[in-house]
């Protein structure tokens, strides 16, 4: 297995496992943000794996070497579990599809982006530290609305 197959393979993996994380959400949680006093604003379960969508089609646009990058303000946020696994799972086939493509020299490329310049390598890894990061959020989410199951998708079994 090469470095980029094992990329792309978790990448599918853990988009995989947020589209579980959402769909284990209760119907009613999906768009609650919850309001902690003296916290900064939170984002609604929704909104975070629309910000994962985001992330993963923007950088794979730029490891395409595509000059219009999509970014957030471009994704509208699903309204229901299921376009939200469909949209997501999408944009991580689009990235993994890329990382599939690629040769070694992608991963020491450097790519500018908001933040700065950034290797392939980071933005290969960055996409799935975002959705980790955020599968972990929502999770957090359904512990703060009363959920205390953790809901392990089967794939980490």
Same mark, same amino acid.
């Given at each position: 297995?090469?470095?980029?197959?094992?990329?792309?393979? +978790?990448?599918?993996?853990?988009?995989?496992?947020?589209?579980?994380?959402?769909?284990?959400?209760?119907?009613?949680?999906?768009?609650?943000?919850?309001?902690?006093?003296?916290?900064?604003?939170?984002?609604?379960?929704?909104? +975070?794996?629309?910000?994962?969508?985001? /992330?993963?089609?923007?950088?794979?646009?730029?490891? =395409?070497?595509? /000059?219009? /990058?999509?970014?957030?303000?471009?994704?509208?946020?699903?309204?229901?579990?299921?376009?939200?696994?469909?949209?997501?799972?999408?944009?991580?086939?689009?990235?993994?599809?890329?990382? =599939?493509?690629?040769?070694?020299?992608?991963?020491?490329?450097?790519?500018?982006?908001?933040?700065? +310049?950034?290797?392939?390598?980071?933005?290969? /890894?960055?996409?799935?530290?975002?959705?980790?990061?955020?599968?972990?959020?929502?999770?957090?989410? +359904?512990?703060?609305?009363?959920?205390?199951?953790?809901?392990?998708?089967?794939?980490?079994?």
């Amino acid at each position: 297995m090469t470095a980029q197959e094992l990329l792309a393979e +978790q990448i599918e993996l853990i988009g995989d496992s947020l589209a579980h994380y959402l769909e284990t959400t209760a119907p009613d949680r999906l768009n609650w943000q919850p309001q902690l006093p003296g916290s900064a604003p939170t984002r609604s379960a929704l909104e +975070q794996v629309t910000e994962c969508i985001a /992330v993963n089609r923007a950088f794979a646009a730029l490891l =395409r070497g595509d /000059v219009n /990058v999509p970014s957030l303000a471009d994704e509208l946020t699903p309204t229901s579990p299921a376009e939200a696994r469909a949209r997501l799972q999408a944009s991580c086939a689009e990235l993994a599809t890329v990382i =599939r493509a690629s040769n070694d020299s992608l991963f020491e490329r450097l790519f500018p982006t908001r933040r700065g +310049q950034r290797t392939g390598k980071g933005l290969m /890894v960055g996409a799935y530290r975002n959705m980790a990061y955020h599968s972990g959020q929502i999770n957090f989410l +359904q512990i703060l609305a009363g959920d205390g199951e953790f809901h392990a998708p089967t794939t980490w079994i």
